[in-house]
């Protein structure tokens, strides 16, 4: 495998989840298997063999022939999920296929039952039929195969054909009468897959939730059953979030009143970047300390790029143009998340004079690409940001040229620190930028911003004492 050009950590990987190749002979098997997926993949073999480990039961002809198959039935994209289907013959396919049709499945209903549950053309066909008797029982569907359709499509849980059903159905009848849920709780419980927790492992993980946020397991099974993916979590990763909270300065009060109100923190890594980032922002850019934050939880569940930074950013606007009047950030924040795009926009309309215009997926835009060139492509710190916040105030097409004048001058004077002036950059008007980089002695004449601004030569009259060091 190594002389495939397979790495030992690559090899370890393929053994590990197929290790009958180790039986294989080496000389009329393995490597004549090997050698036909080369030439037919040529570089991107290795790469290819480490996400399908059972390539080699297959020549190139077979998955090329099941490949043109499955596309040929609306299943779209079926190299994603090539080691569900490759213990299938072509014909086991088919066969699969017709008697899905003779069950009463539309032809589109067929390709997103694959694409979704590729497991399904591994699994016995007897097996498939009784786990829809199971469903049409535990949902009251009266045969009705649409309706079966549809509750299958709904759950988003991957080895729905390859557990047993009636391992299944126990399991889910003691979830739904251990937490009392109705129609539609228990609809959600099977879209996360509460069918693999067993009786024993639901009461363990209610017990510990609620000892971990010093709340009744009265109370911890409404908390799963608001979200029922919290019960498919192990104990310790549930804990290890609750950890978290208390690390970032919640008490345990505020953390249990949190999660009672948004059980979806349970189920978060504060250590993730997507979170270290929003939580940088919320105390940093938005400048909230974490008993604001535990009074609105719903705002560690937001985007920071789709809705908390551009609605953040919008009301600040909003504010400096007199419509709205807060003289703390925690007066304002709930509103947020508390409404739709289109209530949050109908509530705060600008006045005609307000050169920003309404929100809408325009602004969103404009301020995810300000956030992008500031934090991904100058490396800024989202603690920088904060220090200087109006920056993500200002245009994109002034911010780009502006901040090239700042580094211009960073690489001629080493104590020049670009970054402290950031709030200079984003309030100062475009005569006194223009006037203060023209007269710098170290910014080079070619440096130019577009028409609107550049900083070639200082205006008649400028001052020679005013420069970019200045300021």
């Not at 699969?96 to 032809?107: E, H, I, K, P």
Request: glycine share 4%.
């Amino acid at each position: 495998m190594a002389e495939a050009g397979l790495s030992q950590d690559a090899i370890e990987r393929i053994l590990k989840r197929y290790p009958h190749y180790l039986n294989w002979d080496m000389e009329h098997k393995l490597l004549p298997a090997m050698h036909r997926w080369q030439q037919h993949l040529g570089g991107s073999f290795p790469a290819e063999f480490v996400r399908v480990p059972t390539l080699l039961l297959e020549i190139p002809e077979q998955e090329v022939a099941k490949l043109q198959y499955l596309e040929s039935i609306g299943v779209t994209s079926p190299k994603k999920t090539p080691s569900k289907w490759h213990y299938a013959s072509l014909e086991a396919m088919q066969s699969r296929v017709a008697s899905l049709q003779a069950f009463g499945f539309t032809q589109a209903q067929i390709s997103s039952l694959i694409e979704q549950h590729p497991d399904i053309l591994a699994s016995k066909f007897k097996n498939t039929e009784d786990l829809f008797r199971v469903i049409d029982k535990l949902f009251s569907c009266a045969n009705d195969i649409q309706a079966i359709a549809d509750i299958v499509l709904s759950c988003r849980t991957k080895g729905l054909f390859s557990t047993s059903p009636s391992s299944l159905y126990h399991k889910f009848i003691y979830f739904c009468t251990c937490l009392m849920v109705d129609d539609k709780e228990k609809k959600r419980a099977w879209l996360f897959g509460v069918f693999f927790v067993s009786p024993a492992e639901l009461d363990s993980r209610l017990d510990l939730i609620a000892l971990q946020l010093g709340v009744t397991v009265q109370q911890a099974k409404g908390v799963v059953r608001r979200l029922p993916q919290i019960a498919t979590l192990q104990s310790t990763t549930v804990g290890l979030h609750v950890l978290q909270l208390h690390g970032l300065g919640f008490s345990s009060s505020q953390v249990k009143d949190m999660c009672l109100k948004q059980p979806a923190l349970l189920t978060l890594d504060y250590t993730s970047k997507l979170q270290v980032d929003k939580w940088a922002f919320l105390t940093c850019v938005m400048q909230l300390s974490p008993a604001s934050i535990a009074a609105c939880p719903h705002l560690l569940m937001s985007s920071l790029p789709n809705r908390l930074g551009p609605r953040w950013e919008y009301l600040l606007r909003m504010k400096s143009c007199g419509v709205i009047k807060f003289s703390a950030a925690h007066e304002v924040v709930c509103s947020l998340y508390s409404k739709t795009d289109f209530n949050f926009t109908a509530a705060y309309t600008p006045p005609e004079s307000a050169a920003f215009g309404v929100y809408d997926l325009h602004f969103q835009k404009q301020w995810q690409q300000r956030w992008h060139y500031l934090r991904v492509d100058q490396q800024l710190s989202i603690q920088d940001i904060g220090r200087h916040a109006a920056v993500l105030q200002i245009d994109l097409d002034t911010l780009v040229p502006r901040w090239a004048v700042l580094m211009s001058v960073a690489s001629s004077v080493a104590s020049f620190r670009p970054v402290d002036r950031l709030t200079t950059l984003a309030t100062m008007d475009d005569h006194s930028f223009h006037r203060a980089g023209a007269a710098h002695p170290h910014l080079p004449h070619r440096v130019r911003a577009p028409p609107h601004l550049e900083f070639g030569r200082s205006p008649s009259g400028c001052g020679e004492n005013f420069n970019l060091l200045s300021i």
